[in-house]
């Protein structure tokens, strides 16, 4: 495809994002928080090029100023909202901190394969001039700001707001959502300017999912269930559509690409479904279940019944197919949506889990009626944890998988993940008939870094990605 020379960052289509180049490098922040290895969260670059003489490893470390920031996931100063605008360039990561609530600003222009700090927005920054806290997703504007949603607000309470950057200084402008307008938690957001609406999720209040996961506070009310739909021109919040108990802990959002599309969908951690949300024609909007994985009854486990617990989703840049993670079942499933509200389920693959057939769980009633799966073993390596974060290549035939949710998590479902570290695998994807198959030669093995095993979550690609790059 010919390079527009006059052009912004990105693409001017998700269609002509899917002719852009085969991925070479990718970052992705790697924690050492509840690991117990009293180093500084950092930024890994990772070779995916399969010419290079450093293909699957990790080519450049770029560790964090501070301990214990929790790094988790990142996104751009400038992504394709910003084609139009040729004075814009994607050369700068936003990489916030979920617990510490800092935010970094990485350099990744002046040398790609080996990123620098560009500034640290510190958390007093935030907390005085926006109430927020504990920042979670990353968009760009085509304003040329940047946009961070929060979870919390500086005491570790549940607050659903947007902090605001200035998009050349990076300093805090303030908050994006009106006075008084703020959601009663916060996690995902994602806009679409067409339709002039941004819909955005909840997990849970900070201070209570900080260390672990008690059922008691779902019933207490500590975590959230609702999608939240705010006006994109006034920034006032419209409406809340609430999912109810089917629909607790609505996590990653997803419009589909097509920036005239007036639907997408969510996953929904708790119970193991997807909701599609869609705008009625009289102008508002709604929600209905379209996926559910059923919880399986089980033994030798914490609780008596296993949920799924959906916890990324992603839809490929053609809006054909739908991927999500069963973080609890260890396993990745593709949906064909070309039929919106009836996704079919083309492709899964186990890589992991809870409910291995050589571990201690017993599984005593699956409604799906599947075998429990056996150990994966990659390159000599049994894989510890359970898929987790999902990032498919521009042209939709590589899925790139990484293990870690978040560090008290992992502590708690998979301590030998925190013993072994994560690792970062890579799924062939049939895009002619749908099906899903592991690359045997690729491994990134986190467990063999440096400074001890490491915690790798979400992975970006330098030029953006189908997470990453919203189109106006």
Same mark, same amino acid.
Request: hydrophobic content about 35%.
């Given at each position: 495809?010919?390079?527009?020379?006059?052009?912004?960052?990105?693409?001017?289509?998700?269609?002509?994002?899917?002719?852009?180049?085969?991925?070479?490098?990718?970052?992705?922040?790697?924690?050492?928080?509840?690991?117990?290895?009293?180093?500084?969260?950092?930024?890994?670059?990772?070779?995916?090029?399969?010419?290079?003489?450093?293909?699957?490893?990790?080519?450049?470390?770029?560790?964090?100023?501070?301990?214990?920031?929790?790094?988790?996931?990142?996104?751009?100063?400038?992504?394709?909202?910003?084609?139009?605008?040729?004075?814009?360039?994607?050369?700068?990561?936003?990489?916030?901190?979920?617990?510490?609530?800092?935010?970094?600003?990485?350099?990744?222009?002046?040398?790609?394969?080996?990123?620098?700090?560009?500034?640290?927005?510190?958390?007093?920054?935030?907390?005085?001039?926006?109430?927020?806290?504990?920042?979670?997703?990353?968009?760009?504007?085509?304003?040329?700001?940047?946009?961070?949603?929060?979870?919390?607000?500086?005491?570790?309470?549940?607050?659903?707001?947007?902090?605001?950057?200035?998009?050349?200084?990076?300093?805090?402008?303030?908050?994006?959502?009106?006075?008084?307008?703020?959601?009663?938690?916060?996690?995902?957001?994602?806009?679409?300017?067409?339709?002039?609406?941004?819909?955005?999720?909840?997990?849970?209040?900070?201070?209570?999912?900080?260390?672990?996961?008690?059922?008691?506070?779902?019933?207490?009310?500590?975590?959230?269930?609702?999608?939240?739909?705010?006006?994109?021109?006034?920034?006032?919040?419209?409406?809340?559509?609430? @999912?109810?108990?089917?629909?607790? %802990?609505? =996590?990653?959002? &997803? *419009? #589909?690409?097509?920036?005239?599309?007036?639907? $997408?969908?969510?996953?929904?951690?708790?119970?193991?479904?997807?909701?599609?949300?869609?705008?009625?024609?009289?102008?508002?909007?709604?929600?209905?279940?379209?996926?559910?994985?059923?919880?399986?009854?089980?033994?030798?486990?914490?609780?008596?019944?296993?949920?799924? @617990?959906?916890?990324?989703?992603? %839809?490929? =840049?053609?809006? &054909? *197919? #739908?991927?999500?993670?069963?973080?609890?079942? $260890?396993?990745?499933?593709?949906?064909?949506?070309?039929?919106?509200?009836?996704?079919?389920?083309?492709?899964?693959?186990?890589?992991?889990?809870?409910?291995?057939?050589?571990?201690?769980?017993?599984?005593?009633?699956?409604?799906?009626?599947?075998?429990?799966?056996?150990?994966?073993?990659?390159?000599?390596?049994?894989?510890?944890?359970?898929?987790?974060?999902?990032?498919?290549?521009?042209? $939709?035939?590589?899925?790139?998988?990484?293990?870690?949710?978040?560090?008290?998590?992992?502590?708690?479902?998979?301590?030998?993940?925190?013993?072994?570290?994560?690792?970062?695998?890579?799924?062939?994807?049939?895009?002619?008939?749908?099906?899903?198959?592991?690359?045997?030669?690729?491994?990134?093995?986190?467990?063999?870094?440096?400074?001890?095993?490491?915690?790798?979550?979400?992975?970006?690609?330098?030029?953006?990605?189908?997470?990453?790059?919203?189109?106006?």
């Amino acid at each position: 495809m010919a390079k527009c020379i006059s052009c912004g960052p990105g693409y001017k289509s998700p269609l002509d994002a899917m002719k852009g180049p085969r991925e070479e490098i990718v970052y992705l922040p790697c924690i050492y928080r509840n690991t117990g290895i009293q180093k500084p969260d950092y930024l890994a670059t990772v070779d995916v090029d399969p010419n290079s003489s450093s293909y699957c490893q990790v080519i450049h470390r770029l560790p964090m100023p501070n301990q214990k920031d929790e790094l988790h996931h990142s996104g751009w100063n400038a992504c394709s909202s910003c084609f139009g605008d040729s004075s814009k360039k994607r050369n700068r990561l936003i990489l916030p901190s979920l617990i510490s609530s800092r935010v970094y600003v990485v350099d990744t222009g002046t040398d790609p394969r080996a990123p620098r700090i560009h500034k640290t927005v510190e958390p007093t920054d935030i907390f005085w001039k926006t109430g927020l806290a504990n920042p979670h997703t990353t968009h760009c504007l085509g304003s040329g700001q940047v946009m961070i949603s929060s979870m919390g607000d500086p005491c570790g309470n549940g607050k659903g707001g947007f902090i605001l950057l200035d998009g050349e200084t990076f300093d805090v402008v303030g908050n994006w959502e009106l006075p008084g307008e703020s959601a009663p938690f916060g996690y995902d957001f994602w806009y679409q300017p067409r339709h002039n609406v941004m819909m955005s999720t909840e997990w849970g209040a900070p201070k209570v999912l900080a260390d672990g996961f008690n059922p008691e506070d779902v019933k207490q009310g500590h975590y959230g269930s609702k999608i939240h739909v705010w006006d994109w021109t006034t920034h006032k919040r419209l409406q809340c559509l609430d @999912l109810g108990e089917e629909g607790a %802990i609505p =996590l990653e959002i &997803r *419009f #589909l690409h097509d920036p005239a599309a007036s639907e $997408g969908y969510v996953g929904c951690a708790l119970q193991g479904t997807v909701f599609r949300f869609y705008k009625n024609p009289t102008g508002d909007w709604a929600a209905e279940k379209v996926i559910h994985v059923p919880s399986k009854k089980v033994e030798g486990w914490i609780l008596p019944e296993m949920s799924s @617990l959906i916890t990324d989703i992603l %839809i490929s =840049l053609d809006d &054909r *197919f #739908l991927y999500f993670s069963n973080w609890l079942h $260890g396993d990745i499933r593709q949906y064909d949506i070309t039929d919106r509200r009836n996704p079919r389920l083309t492709g899964q693959v186990f890589l992991g889990g809870s409910i291995l057939n050589d571990g201690p769980v017993k599984v005593l009633e699956d409604p799906e009626n599947q075998n429990q799966p056996a150990p994966r073993v990659i390159k000599g390596k049994r894989i510890p944890g359970s898929p987790q974060m999902l990032q498919l290549s521009l042209d $939709g035939t590589r899925l790139y998988v990484t293990t870690s949710l978040y560090s008290g998590w992992d502590k708690q479902f998979y301590p030998e993940m925190i013993k072994e570290g994560s690792v970062m695998m890579q799924i062939d994807v049939d895009t002619a008939n749908g099906g899903l198959s592991v690359n045997e030669n690729f491994l990134v093995d986190f467990g063999k870094e440096p400074d001890g095993p490491a915690l790798a979550h979400e992975l970006r690609y330098p030029g953006g990605d189908c997470t990453s790059d919203i189109w106006l």
